[in-house]
């Protein structure tokens, strides 16, 4: 027979076919090491990345480490005998503390104790703040002497235990910093908070006109505050890794034989094995990956491929685990659990992918690690010019160095682009696609030519007889029962075809299929054969076909067409329209290349491409200044796939180009491609808006605090709406 074609997998779900290859490369990358991650919960600002990440490179046995900011994660690639507990001290050693985390688990306990946290923190913040504004008032409408004096003492009763309270955070930060030989981000805030705080028990106890405790209690509260804003607005940003973790199912019911009498019972999923029985009841998430044994029901994975329509599981279907059984109990034979499973791995390979740092996160780093020494100078040199200037009002002085502390804090340059980052890929993944390198988005920015293969890519590498009508009964007949005979994946189409037209097969004698050739066999007394055009002595057309010899009489061509991918034509039309330049690439024969391209109205195609010669066509457009997306499937994609400037393979490709891809596709539709492209566009214009708005922002803050026309309070309050600003324009991609 011509072409030959991708026979489909039985599968409820294309990602089950996809998961468990396309993760091997997050495998292969561990066997090479191991990957630890741990939870850095007192990481908040860049400067923090660039502390952790440079001491733990120097760490012996340590290969890399990438501290992603906004999950408060680092993952470290490390040589065999570096453990999690050599790092945990090491990171204790840098002032914070650091848990074991399972990358596959990510659990929410600790995120939602640090919310908790903060909140109450805020909480006694804003109640003392309130309370001492309305003391002030009485001061500032004109008290004096002793009544000022009383007012000033209550209020010094009520601020200093909620100084100390709520600005732990930044104060057990400091601490541990300083222990750590380093300074901070935290280091400057806890010194602005302090002396506002020690200025005015000095005024108080002075009988001042003036102290400043509702300053240091607001200055405490804005901090809290923005801290805590920034804290929900990344946690809105929920990535696509938390998305996954969301769909693992802890316990599951195992069926077993007891007495002869089958028996549940409920289990940690961590306890299954490949070949238990679980019992997966209508309304429950399938806890495992593996094999539906009995019973028939429905699925809803579009949390895990975007697609909306339920798919049909029965006895041989392959799930995976995160799919929701929607209408009948099934019972799953287990083929992988746990960490074993393709949804956890899947979930490892997402965190790795929003950890790996791009140019952009470079630069954010280089900028915050100049931080400290330089805020510091900025502050001592504003407090000297100061003191001079005002001629000793050491009150005055103070004000000013810590307003200089605190607004230039650059914790909107920390978040600039992992806020992004996180929210990008947790929004393609509910669209139904899976980044694999964290640097996918931003090449996918830059890409101006998309190459398509054909088969599989474009099709979905399921045939359809396309002129059936044109064989009489007899000869359907015969060629129903010669292509019964056979597994190549025309003639199961064609089998199926004739089964759905109510052939009934011919009584065939002496059947034997030739490999490489086709089906012959007798039938009353004649010779029939079913195959390759040469084979059964037929003029072969430009189109995929298999023909049907019945003795002498004229040999018939059954012609087939591959069905179009769902999505396909919009995808090419959406990308045209973005003025991307779209290429059809095959190996298929040159008619049925050319009835494709016609068909989704490409332009430039080219037929019978060798591997090697799809990737030498990439190499050349990107010698010549083009940026390529190429999207592949087959094994003859693998090169072009690896050569391109980014590359995509859908659920449904075989292992090796998953694994040379980018990005992969977990659903059958393709449409989501043009999307991808337009919001990995939109998430590079987050980042550059991001980085004009922290570098913009210090720029304008610096010389108002620098020249004593911001308090300290105005200070953190700008510095508080710097960072709740990137935040916020990062969601803008939602």
């Known amino acids: 027979m011509s072409d030959t074609l991708h026979a489909p ?5 294309p990602a089950c076919v996809a998961m468990p290859a396309a993760l091997d490369q997050a495998s292969r990358a561990a066997a090479e090491g191991a990957r630890i991650v741990m939870s850095v919960p007192g990481a908040h600002c860049a400067l923090c990345i660039s502390t952790i990440e440079r ?3 120097g760490m012996p046995g340590v290969q890399s480490a990438r501290l992603n900011l906004t999950l408060k994660r680092v993952s470290v690639q490390a040589e065999e005998g570096v453990d999690a507990a050599a790092l945990a001290k090491r990171i204790k050693a840098l002032g914070y503390e650091a848990f074991e985390l399972d990358p596959g688990t990510l659990s929410m306990t600790e995120t939602d104790r640090q919310r908790r946290d903060l909140l109450m923190r805020l909480g006694v913040a804003g109640f003392s703040m309130m309370n001492i504004m309305l003391l002030s008032v009485a001061v500032w409408s004109g008290a004096t002497d002793a009544t000022r004096d009383l007012f000033h003492l209550i209020s010094a009763a009520i601020a200093l235990p909620t100084v100390a309270f709520s600005g732990q955070p930044f104060f057990k930060s400091a601490i541990a910093s300083l222990r750590a030989g380093r300074l901070g981000m935290d280091v400057p805030i806890s010194l602005a908070i302090i002396l506002a705080s020690a200025i005015s028990v000095y005024e108080t106890f002075n009988s001042g006109h003036h102290a400043y405790f509702d300053a240091a209690v607001m200055l405490t509260f804005f901090l809290l505050a923005g801290r805590y804003l920034d804290f929900q607005t990344r946690a809105a940003a929920r990535s696509a890794a938390q998305e996954l973790a969301a769909l693992e199912v802890p316990r599951a019911i195992r069926l077993s034989v007891k007495e002869g009498a089958q028996v549940e019972e409920t289990v940690s999923v961590a306890d299954l094995r490949p070949g238990d029985l679980v019992l997966v009841r209508p309304g429950g998430r399938i806890p495992v990956d593996g094999v539906v044994m009995a019973g028939t029901s429905e699925l809803d994975r579009s949390i895990l491929t975007g697609e909306t329509l339920p798919a049909y599981a029965g006895p041989e279907t392959v799930v995976t685990a995160g799919a929701v059984n929607l209408t009948g109990p099934l019972s799953v034979q287990v083929t992988a659990a746990g960490k074993d499973s393709s949804l956890h791995r899947m979930a490892d390979l997402v965190a790795v992918a929003e950890s790996v740092r791009t140019r952009y996160t470079t630069l954010a780093d ?3 690690r100049g931080y400290s020494p330089v805020v510091h100078v900025l502050a001592l040199s504003a407090f000297l010019v100061w003191l001079w200037v005002s001629g000793g ?4 002085a103070i004000n000013i160095a810590a307003a200089t502390l605190i607004i230039t804090c650059p914790c909107a340059l920390g978040l600039a682009v992992p806020a992004v980052v996180t929210a990008a890929s947790g929004k393609l993944f509910r669209a139904g696609m899976l980044i694999k390198d964290g640097t996918a988005l931003e090449r996918l920015a830059e890409v101006d030519t998309v190459v398509f293969d054909k088969t599989g890519t474009l099709t979905m ?13 007899q000869a359907l007949s015969v060629a129903a029962a010669l292509a019964g005979a056979s597994s190549h994946p025309l003639a199961m189409a064609l089998a199926g075809a004739a089964r759905r037209a109510g052939a009934l097969p011919a009584v065939l004698d002496d059947v034997t299929e030739v490999p ?3 089906v012959q066999a007798s039938w009353r007394g004649q010779r029939v054969r079913l195959g390759r055009a040469a084979w059964v002595g037929a003029t072969p057309l430009e189109v995929t076909a298999t023909y049907l010899a019945i003795g002498d009489a004229p040999i018939r061509a059954v012609t087939f067409a591959d069905r179009l991918r769902p999505g396909a034509e919009a995808a090419v039309r959406a990308l045209q329209a973005q003025g991307k330049e779209v290429w059809l690439i095959s ?20 037929a019978e491409a060798l591997p090697e010669e799809k990737a030498a066509v990439i190499e050349g457009m990107q010698a010549g200044g083009r940026r390529v997306l190429m999207v592949g499937d087959g094994l003859n994609d693998t090169v072009a796939l690896a050569a391109a400037h980014v590359s995509i393979s859908p659920a449904s490709a075989l292992d090796a ?3 040379a891809s980018d990005i992969v596709l977990l659903g059958t539709d393709i449409s989501p491609i043009a999307e991808a492209q337009r919001i990995a566009v939109k998430s590079v214009k987050r980042i550059r808006e991001n980085f004009v708005i922290s570098f913009g922002y210090n720029v304008i803050a610096v010389p108002i605090a620098l020249l004593g026309f911001a308090t300290p309070l105005w200070a953190a309050l700008a510095m508080s709406i710097s960072s709740i600003t990137v935040a916020l324009n990062a969601l803008r991609l939602k």
């Open 461 to 473: 590498g399921t045939p359809e007889p396309t002129n059936l009508d044109t064989l009489d009964p």
């Open 393 to 396: 009002d050491v009150r005055l």
């Open 587 to 606: 190996g298929d024969v040159p008619g049925a290349v050319r009835e494709l391209a016609a068909r989704l109205g490409i332009a430039h195609w080219r």
């Open 9 to 13: 997998s039985l599968s409820a779900c």
């Open 366 to 368: 280089r900028a915050s």
């Open 516 to 518: 490489g050739h086709g």
């Open 657 to 659: 180009a998953r694994v």
């Open 55 to 57: 001491d733990l490179e």
